[in-house]
């Protein structure tokens, strides 16, 4: 980092955890005691499990959530806030492997996760920050703004909502930088404070009748007649069903599971206050922002306009939050020179799961349930298939969920170990610099 000490970039006060905890963070373990008997156990307390839960209460089914940590430890309070509208599967050519019926059912599904979550917000009255704020997606050379370029219509079409790619001429209506090459500009995208959205959510589960149970770790699962004996350090909880919303965090307990998911840790920094005309001519609009680099970054304003909020995968080897910092800063400072100088209050980490292809996943094995594999971009899809899993449970959807059931595929000798990550961020690395010099 030229001219600059990594010491430097920390501001007084600096914490290695999320940002967001400092408006609401997990509270301490409580550890109530544990049911004898529910409908359902749902394992894992994240925006997935709470909406399964919640649904599931709202429709009399008794449920307990069982969390290992403390409510919101797990990617769920630590994301970058940002609502995809779900149109990336628009893109996946997912007709050639999965019939264009199904491919048709799964764009339409995975879009209507953000009004899903806009509905839910408001419905329950959950204070989170929400906004319909809109995202721009900057090129990273020629060749992507053409593809981009030619993505508008469908991006038109499909939400009927603006949609607009705008040329490295205009592309400061949008971002007060000269780093990309143009990008899109779409409105329908939104944003929130994860960690208010994900208390708001457990408060809203517990109230509707669920139990939301925390320092429990789920340590193993056995059939039994008429349902399961679900096991933990604190005694066990028999549940006709059991739910398994762990994503990144999946674990030895579901091992069929845990070999169809690849973890990844995705980093994140916060700034300190910024000069509110240096914020306005960052980020006029105040857009979500991301890229299309192989190794992205997604960026944002907080909620409250004062700070910039910048996360990408710093490494693709498991590096604490304060490794991963310098990075961030560094990429934030090529992308905004005028930050320079700029320190960070906070940094911390978080685990995403991806899958073999880049579907999320929601099914049955061997009897319990599960909702996993958001490819970093959850908020949305896995509140919606936590809910789309309760209602399969209570026997309300009015027809199956397209993502009930795709085949889920693994590799052979994976057992969920990504050993393999590092090679994956080499290749991709030097792919995006061939990408800048050729296009
Ligand atoms: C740094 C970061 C940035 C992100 N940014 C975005 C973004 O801007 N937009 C977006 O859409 N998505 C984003 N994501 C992804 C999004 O946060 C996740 O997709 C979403 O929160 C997943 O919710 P979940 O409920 O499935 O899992 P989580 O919230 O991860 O919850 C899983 C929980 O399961 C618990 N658990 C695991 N094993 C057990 C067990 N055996 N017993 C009991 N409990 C167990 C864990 O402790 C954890 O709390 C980001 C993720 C990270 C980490």
Redesign the pocket.
Known sequence: MAGMTTDSIYASGFKDEPYWWEAAAPPPINAPELPDRVDVAV????????NAALELARRKVSVAV????RI?????????????GGIKLASMNLAASLGAERADQLVSEAMSSLPFTEDLIQREGIDADYKRSGRFLGAWNEAHFRGLEGQVELYRRLTGMRAEALPPARQREEIGSDYYRGGLVADAFGSLH?AKYHQGLAAATRRAGAQVIDG????GVARETGGFRVATPRGEVRAKEVFV???????P?TPWMRRRLIPVG???IATEPLDPAIVKQIVPNGRMISDTKRVMA?YRLSPDHTRVVF?GRASFRQVTALEAAPVLHHRMVEIWPQLRGVRITHA??????FTFDFLPHMGTHEGVHY??G?Q???????SYL?HQAALKLAGGANRRSAFDGIPFPTKPFYSGNPWFLPIVGWSYRLRDWIDRRAA
């Open positions: 394992v894992g307390g994240g925006y997935c499990g709470l069982l969390e290992a940590e919101g430890f797990g990617a769920s309070s630590r994301n970058g806030g940002m609502v995809s994860p429990t770790r789920v340590t919303a762990t994503n990144g965090y999946t674990g307990v995705s980093y994140i997604y996360g911390w980490s978080g685990n995403v799961a909702a996993l958001c970093g971009s959850g908020v949305a899809m896995m936590g």
